[in-house]
């Protein structure tokens, strides 16, 4: 979990609204893609100062990652990437389904799965019901 206090100087959400639309959030019963009853794009989340610790809590990891560079910002890429456990989760907008394929993102994604691998990890990666484990081998 990332908090306030990792946020790399310089960087903020700003008219990005990702995290409120991407994810499955259960305190809200909200599916993924979809958006949040409190989110407005482009303007964020109108119940901020009463925002769940889930939210509060949330920081993907462009926003905390300083090895991260400006093509991964979210506003930018269309995607949101953050960690649980083992796992390395990218979230893809639906309606850029195939960015993630692109340069330099499919570079990217490869050597982070395959830095991952030696200690348990993986990375996957969600585009509306499409699910692609990077780095697996086929069949
Ligand atoms: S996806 Fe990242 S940059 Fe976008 S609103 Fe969420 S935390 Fe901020
Ligand atoms: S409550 Fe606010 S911060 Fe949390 S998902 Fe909804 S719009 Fe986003």
């Not at 206090?5 to 979809?34: M, Q, Y």
């Not at 093509?71 to 639906?94: K, N, S």
Request: some cysteine.
């Amino acid at each position: 979990m990332s908090v306030a206090e990792d946020i790399v100087d310089g960087r903020s959400c700003g008219t990005c609204s990702l995290c409120c639309i991407l994810p499955e959030i259960d305190v809200f019963d909200k599916p993924a893609n979809s958006v949040c009853r409190h989110c407005q794009p482009g303007r964020g989340c109108l119940a901020y100062d009463e925002r769940p610790a889930t939210c509060r809590d949330f920081f993907c990891h462009w926003m905390t990652d300083a090895d991260m560079n400006e093509a991964w910002e979210p506003a930018r890429c269309h995607m949101m990437v953050y960690t649980q456990g083992p796992q390395i989760t990218v979230l893809v907008d639906p309606a850029h389904p195939h960015i993630w394929k692109t340069e330099p993102y499919a570079s990217q994604l490869q050597q982070w799965a395959a830095e991952s691998a030696p200690s348990g990890g993986y990375l996957i990666v969600y585009v509306g019901d499409e699910v692609t484990v990077v780095g697996a081998k086929a069949g």
